[in-house]
């Protein structure tokens, strides 16, 4: 395939771990906002962040199973993969040879103050690994190594981001521009999906099933679990996240998936009971998830197309990060190449 690399349209990339069930979270704070970047001014590239993945255990036959269908997913929710350079992580060596680089000018004290690995090490203490340590090192790279402008994420990665923005600085203050500066770019409405069960908190695979929907959860576990989740027990639809973290979630659920506010989503729904509440959620999610659920089983079912398309799309990545690899690597001074 001959995609050619136009250079002066900007750079968006984004990456999403196959390390397990993708929530509605990661769809409304992440996915659904890679489709909203004009073709004719971005070239995008959507990775599936294998190597970030076994930073915690994972069995093999399963990851290797989940990168081709998170692979499925970014093309149902819309992604052209002849337009968006979808591809494996693992397949572009260049990250992990920029990663090594870009640890060299990452102080210990900045990892040290991530709140995901905190929270990480916390959770997996048999197996605080230097992988976990140096994981948004390993971001980082897969950011500057394409000369990104914009990094859709969650709000969750906004750290990591800070971190990817303060290390191109301080490499470009060093050896001259070397990296594009990147800007995070977080969804506004539902940006931070919280749980349905203790709406303080993200929405997360790593709870309780009913806390969370998944994108491949069926119509009828969809309507259970949001019909379960937590409410209050003043019965008025109003949009109050600090008082009624419940009500306001599933509001916010409304908004993203409708493109209006809370508030509005609440106007609309006044003066109702909590259960038509729940119902619209429930419409409003099933009617976003099932076309996609649909396509993603098509694509499930013809597995040979979705792997033709990562490996085309792993040699064009390999190919823009080659160029930026190389220029890195002189600039720091490694050994110059003989012209083979
Ligand atoms: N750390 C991100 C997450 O867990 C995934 C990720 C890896 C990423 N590399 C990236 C996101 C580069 C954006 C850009 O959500």
Redesign the pocket.
């Known amino acids: 395939m001959e995609t050619p690399i136009i250079q002066p349209k900007k750079i968006v ?5 196959p390390s397990g069930t993708l929530t509605l979270g990661n769809y409304i704070g ?1 996915l659904r906002n890679f489709n909203r970047f004009p073709e004719d001014e971005y070239q995008c590239l959507y ?1 599936v ?1 294998d190597m ?1 993945a076994i930073t915690v255990r994972q069995d093999p036959a399963a990851l290797r199973k989940r990168c081709l269908e998170l692979a499925g997913i970014y093309i149902a929710s819309g992604l052209d993969p002849k337009k968006n350079v979808l591809y494996c ?1 693992s397949h572009v060596s260049g990250h992990a040879e920029l990663m090594w680089i870009l640890n060299c000018f990452t102080y210990m004290g900045e990892l040290n103050r991530m709140t995901q690995f905190k929270d990480k090490s916390a959770k997996h203490a048999d197996n605080i690994n230097a992988g976990l340590f140096t ?1 948004p090192v ?2 980082a790279a ?2 500057l190594l394409f000369n990104t402008s914009v ?1 859709p ?2 709000a ?2 906004k750290q ?2 800070e971190l990817a923005r303060d290390i191109a600085q301080r490499f470009n203050g060093i050896y001259g521009d070397v990296f594009t500066v990147p800007e995070g770019r977080f969804g506004k409405v539902g940006a931070r999906v919280m749980s349905l069960q203790e709406p303080t908190r993200k929405m997360s695979k790593s709870d309780p099933e009913d806390t969370y929907i998944a994108l491949l959860d069926p119509p009828d576990v969809i309507r259970r679990k949001i019909k379960r989740a937590v409410t209050d027990s003043d019965a008025e639809i109003r949009f109050d996240p600090e008082n009624k973290p419940g009500v306001s979630n599933l509001l916010s659920i409304i908004a993203a998936l409708t493109d209006q506010t809370p508030e509005q989503a609440a106007a609309e729904l006044q003066g109702q009971g909590y259960g038509k509440l729940k119902e619209r959620v429930t419409d409003c999610v099933i009617a976003t998830l099932e076309p996609l659920q649909s396509e993603h089983k098509r694509l499930m079912a013809d597995k040979g197309y979705v792997q033709g398309i990562l490996d085309e799309n792993a040699e064009i990545a390999n190919r823009m990060a080659t160029k930026m690899l190389r220029k890195v690597q002189r600039k720091v001074g490694f050994a110059e190449r003989g012209r083979r």
């Open positions: 990339y984004s990456g999403i771990q992440a990775c962040v970030h992580q994981y390993l971001m897969d950011i990094v994420i969650g969750d990665q990591h981001l």
